[in-house]
């Protein structure tokens, strides 16, 4: 049966959004302030009743999503979207959109999306790039795995929370590209890291350095809005002792995920592999809450922290 035709006639005005982390609160903020109904919830009550503060409503969480036209989840981990998920097709009508915006496997991203599928409810997993910062302003670029014919409806629905919006192809689609651009982004991390750390050791100036290479060949992401380096450019996380960004233990999962689809397909992702290497020490050596350009202060001190 085809449940799609119910979803047309919903409003999409009616939310809920569970995980209410460093980039939930902001995006479920973002569809508050489009005038949209949100119920948001957490396993962190402090997180919620932050959320209310903003306008934000928090009432029974079976219930709201029952009532809702759009369940959103941004977790941590496949496990505790799986379990979230689990729980919402009990209560939710049919025709009602699943949107999963947390990073997990491209295998992972098609279980849920078929399960949901089969259930007839509208599954999208969509990823998203952008980090906090992204999340604040609302110009996060979502990659969409979905059905082809959803496409210009998720749209209009995650417009308040983004500026970009791609459509990767089926259900793992998103979580694919998700993957392969968090590798790319450790790979620089580190690597900037590691020559930040060669300037700073031969005696130049952190700021100096990131002035320079901001309009030379080394420039990346990394350079130029996402510094590693304690005060060189504001609202980053290292400004802020490394708190509320991209933490550790997120990087580790991506990392760990990426090289496993290197494995499942035989590439040999030997950068991947060496870089996954350096985000397990840094969880093993309780920095897992640290943001990932914590990896700087790692690399500096010759690897202790
Ligand atoms: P976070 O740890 O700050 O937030 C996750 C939240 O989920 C936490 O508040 C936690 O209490 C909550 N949670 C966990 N299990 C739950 C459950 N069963 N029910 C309700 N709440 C639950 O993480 P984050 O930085 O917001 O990242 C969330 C997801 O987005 C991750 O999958 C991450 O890989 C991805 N992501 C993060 C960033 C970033 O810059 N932080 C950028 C892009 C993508």
């Not at 036209?69 to 981990?77: K, R, S």
């Not at 849920?112 to 998203?128: D, L, M, R, S, T």
Request: hydrophobic fraction near 35%.
């Amino acid at each position: 049966m085809n449940f799609y035709k119910y979803s047309r006639k919903f409003a999409h005005d009616r939310i809920t959004f569970i995980g209410l982390g460093n980039m939930g609160t902001p995006m479920a903020t973002n569809l508050l302030k489009a005038g949209k109904k949100v119920s948001g919830y957490d396993l962190n009550t402090e997180f919620v009743e932050n959320f209310k503060k903003e306008g934000g409503h928090s009432d029974n969480l079976n219930q709201s999503i029952k009532e809702s036209d759009v369940i959103f989840a941004m977790l941590p981990n496949f496990k505790a979207s799986d379990d979230v998920w689990k729980n919402a097709y009990k209560h939710m009508k049919k025709g009602a959109f699943i949107i999963d915006t947390s990073t997990f496997s491209p295998v992972d991203a098609k279980v849920i999306g078929e399960e949901a599928k089969g259930k007839g409810f509208i599954p999208a997993i969509c990823p998203v790039s952008g980090g906090v910062q992204g999340a604040k302003n609302g110009t996060l670029s979502f990659m969409i795995g979905s059905d082809k014919d959803q496409f210009e409806m998720l749209k209009t629905i995650l417009q308040p929370m983004g500026k970009n919006f791609y459509y990767c192809g089926d259900f793992a689609g998103g979580q694919t590209i998700k993957i392969c651009n968090n590798l790319c982004l450790a790979i620089q991390m580190v690597g900037f890291s590691e020559s930040m750390a060669l300037g700073v050791k031969l005696g130049a100036d952190p700021k100096v350095v990131t002035e320079v290479m901001s309009t030379s060949t080394g420039r990346c992401y990394s350079v130029d809005t996402y510094n590693p380096v304690p005060g060189v450019l504001p609202n980053t996380p290292a400004s802020r002792n490394y708190d509320n960004g991209y933490n550790n233990e997120l990087m580790k999962k991506d990392l760990v995920i990426a090289n496993e689809c290197a494995e499942s397909v035989k590439l040999d992702a030997e950068i991947g592999r060496m870089v996954r290497d350096y985000y397990i020490k840094l969880v093993d050596l309780g920095k897992e809450k640290k943001d990932m350009g914590y990896v700087y202060q790692y690399i500096l001190g010759n690897k202790k922290v």
